[in-house]
């Protein structure tokens, strides 16, 4: 043991002595000097003595002066110098897959290293690392499953949990195991490191850990809200222009939106600003636009707009704009490259950055553009504070981001662009300040950013906590409730108590909530538990294509459009997709059609003559890979076989796979006179969504629906359905795979029962003693 300390110790004094020859280069130097700069490098001592007295450290500072990227080595630094090199192993953690590969690239180029010698990453299934690796970077995610096998966290010396005030949900989960691993592992530092100043919170949380905060420094950014904008660039917000399929798309996904009231106040700030004399300041023009102006939608056409006026008028910089997700990103993209300007590469040099960029990508967005040439990147908030991009003079501010928002009440999740809050707005405007005055444009009026809240909800009281809850399982962590009690902020009760009792009806945990055998399988699948339940049963019934495409068509943009005035001719589109009632087996035939015309290079074609929007066709290409990895990595699936199609087309066997999936979402079918309508057991009667096919039947063979997704309007809307028959209901509603079949019948009895039909009530009574009599032999 003693003889490999000793061949470590001077292993790391080898590498030691190359990087003080490397530091002592003209490109060393040049960096040092950079190092230098940046307002972390004078706290430098301040921050160290902290962290050498004290178990936890909170650490603050503006985005950019340089915590994520010199922090982490100044520690390396001193504890190499202190001939603790060997025993040093930083683990810095990163809440995306994005920023932890850009970051150890940057910070091992600043030691003039290859990743992988000192500094490595890991990401889910993706990483570099060495045998001398002492800094990994990782995504949260990465560093809880490495808790799953290593409660005490052996021979890791720092624990830096990076943009801590981002509120993320596996964060949260991460500071409560944290917490509790410290008093075991009294030689363990942990470091939190945020970017804005509520430092406080986490301080008292760790019983007083002190703070250490970094001064910076950034130039003036003037803001212009929307009003300026409409004044200043001559545009006229009209109705018209602002319902493009895009807006129309959101103004739809708003409805369901969950946090309702902030909604309605904003609405109503902006009627009451219009008002007010505020506006008198406008010409006519600008008031008559304002007030058209429709808070549900970005309106692309006025981003081009400012973005062509930006070009012809502004000071040279690069242009920053933020857009809530990857969806709206490259449909704005595909819009700009048509336009004079900005598609033209000789004058305008268009880049993207989100969170599912490829890394060859990610350098591009850090090159600074040819003279004469304007660099301009649409991003997600991303770039708000994990991603640093250096020469940004100017802002467009969407003042959306997509946060996932979650009702107790209505237990209904959704994925939904929604209004950012004060601290984000700053944030986002503080980008166009780094290397001189900077220009902030927000496509909303003044009145609705003093609508803002001060602050957003921390994710685990906005979410579901249905994965968060298998995690807590499988991580063996006792009880879900007494365990969450202990967070930051605690969620509601009866939020988690929601989440037990699905993850419970679903078959994920048992009675005693316990990993079932199909929860131990869904906690490998970073996904809704329901989508995770479909791929699982699809790789077991061996048909899992049509499965993954029908996983990723739900987790994407809805990609059946269907614009206004041409509702009609979309719906028959996608009519002729559908002859199984099921939304579900259309969007299979639909892929299918897309992928066969893409392989012809028509997809485009095929797309635009069947009202599909190719961006989510090809998001759902990309997704379908993913997951499939994703399930090779349970060991459901075998890379040397072809036997997971083996039924792919049975279209019988796709309905009992979809319904295992989407129970407890069921909806009975109650024909009347003329036609029938829809029932759920907790609301009553619903309706189904105009773009259902079942929507659009005069019949429907099949007494149930399975659902994914219920919508509040005024009445309760389903979107995606899928028919099936009262035998596939009450063989894989619920937990086939749970063996707790006499608990399940009980149970769907109760549901089936509660609809009184007396064919429903004796098939089931006969199914029942069968499948009793079946059970005890
Ligand atoms: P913080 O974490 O405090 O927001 P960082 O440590 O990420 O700051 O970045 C510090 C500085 O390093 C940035 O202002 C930027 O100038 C520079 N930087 C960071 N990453 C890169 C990169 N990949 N390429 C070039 N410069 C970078
Ligand atoms: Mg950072």
Not at 245 to 254: A, S, V
Not at 336 to 343: A, D, M, T, W
Not at 399 to 414: F, V
């Amino acid at each position: 043991k003693a003889a490999m300390k000793k061949i470590i110790s001077r292993r790391s004094l080898q590498m030691h002595t190359e990087r003080q020859t490397w530091q002592e280069s003209q490109q060393g130097q040049k960096i040092m000097e950079f190092r230098r700069s940046l307002p972390a490098y004078k706290e430098k001592d301040a921050i160290l003595s902290a962290i050498a007295n004290n178990q936890v450290v909170i650490i603050s500072g503006e985005t950019g002066c340089g915590k994520t990227t010199q922090i982490p080595q100044y520690i390396l630094e001193s504890e190499i110098e202190a001939t603790r090199g060997a025993m040093c192993n930083i683990i810095c953690t990163q809440p995306r897959r994005i920023s932890a590969m850009s970051v150890s690239e940057r910070v091992a180029a600043e030691r003039g290293e290859l990743l992988g010698e000192t500094v490595g990453y890991k990401v889910r299934l993706e990483g570099v690392k060495g045998r001398d690796t002492h800094l990994l970077f990782c995504t949260t995610g990465i560093l809880l499953r490495r808790l799953l096998v290593d409660r005490n966290l052996k021979g890791v010396s720092h624990v830096i949990v990076d943009e801590v005030h981002e509120r993320g949900m596996n964060e949260d989960f991460l500071l409560i195991v944290l917490k509790d691993l410290l008093p075991h592992r009294p030689e363990l530092r942990l470091i939190l490191m945020s970017a804005t100043l509520d430092a406080e919170l986490f301080s008292s949380y760790f019983g007083r850990a002190p703070m250490v905060h970094i001064p910076g420094f950034t130039y003036p950014v003037r803001t212009h809200f929307l009003e300026n904008i409409l004044e200043m660039t001559g545009y006229r917000l009209t109705p018209y222009n602002q319902i493009d399929d895009y807006g129309l798309e959101k103004l739809w996904k708003m409805n369901k939106q969950a946090p309702r009231k902030r909604k309605s106040q904003i609405a109503s700030a902006v009627e009451d600003a219009l008002r007010a004399a505020d506006f008198e300041d406008y010409s006519p023009l600008t008031r008559e636009s304002l007030s058209c102006w429709n808070p549900d939608c970005i309106g692309f056409n006025l981003i081009e707009h400012l973005l062509d006026y930006i070009c012809q008028n502004e000071k040279p910089g690069a242009v920053l704009v933020f857009m809530t997700g990857w969806d709206d990103i490259s449909a704005l993209k595909e819009k700009l490259q048509g336009h004079q300007i900005i598609g033209d590469p000789n004058q305008v040099l268009l880049l993207t950055c989100h969170g599912s960029m490829a890394s060859s990508e990610q350098s591009l967005i850090f090159n600074k553009a040819e003279d004469g040439v304007r660099k301009i990147i649409l991003a997600t908030n991303i770039a708000e504070t994990s991603i640093t991009i250096d020469d940004v003079v100017l802002v467009i501010d969407c003042g959306k981001a997509k946060e996932t928002s979650y009702d107790a009440l209505n237990n209904t999740p959704c994925l939904l662009p929604s209004w950012i809050s004060k601290v984000s707005a700053k944030q986002r405007r503080g980008r166009a300040g780094r290397v001189q005055p900077g220009e902030c444009y927000r496509l909303y009026p003044r009145c609705v950013y003093d609508a803002f809240a001060d602050y957003q909800l921390p994710e685990i009281l906005r979410t579901p906590l249905q994965s968060l809850c298998l995690q807590i399982k499988s991580l063996k962590l006792g009880s879900i409730s007494e365990f969450l009690s202990r967070a930051l902020q605690s969620p509601e009760l009866l939020a988690v108590q929601n989440a037990i009792e699905y993850l419970k009806v679903i078959g994920a945990l048992d009675e005693n909530e316990n990993l079932t055998v199909l929860g131990r399988y869904l906690t490998m699948l970073p996904m809704e538990p329901k989508f995770g339940k479909m791929l699982v049963l699809g790789a077991i019934f061996y048909c899992l294509d049509p499965i993954l495409t029908i996983v990723a068509g739900l987790s994407v943009r809805d990609p059946f459009l269907s614009p206004l005035d041409k509702k009609d001719l979309a719906e028959a589109a996608k009519a002729q997709f559908s002859q199984d009632y099921s939304d579900h087996l259309a969007l299979v035939r639909a892929y299918d059609g897309w992928k066969d015309s893409e392989m012809d290079l028509a997809g485009y074609e095929y797309c635009w003559k069947n009202f599909l929007s190719a961006q989510s066709m090809k998001a759902i290409d990309s997704l379908r890979k993913e997951f499939y990895l994703l399930l090779k990595d349970t060991g459901l699936v075998d890379s040397n076989s072809t036997t997971y199609n083996t039924w792919s087309y049975d279209e019988h066997l796709l309905r009992a796979v979809i319904c295992y999936g989407l129970y407890p979402g069921i909806c009975s079918v109650v024909p009347n006179e003329k036609s029938f309508s829809f029932k759920t057991m907790e609301d009553g009667q619903v309706l189904l969504y105009s773009n259902s096919v079942n929507g659009r039947e005069s019949r429907i063979p099949y007494p149930w629906l399975v659902f994914n997704e219920k919508i509040k309007v005024n009445s309760i809307f389903l979107r995606d359905s899928t028919a099936v028959s009262d035998s596939v209901l009450l063989l894989f509603g619920g937990s086939v795979l749970k063996g707790d079949m006499d608990g399940h019948i009980k149970m769907l009895g109760g549901y089936l029962e509660f609809f009184m039909s007396p064919s429903v009530a004796e098939m089931y009574q006969s199914l029942r003693r069968e499948l009793e009599e079946l059970i005890q032999t």
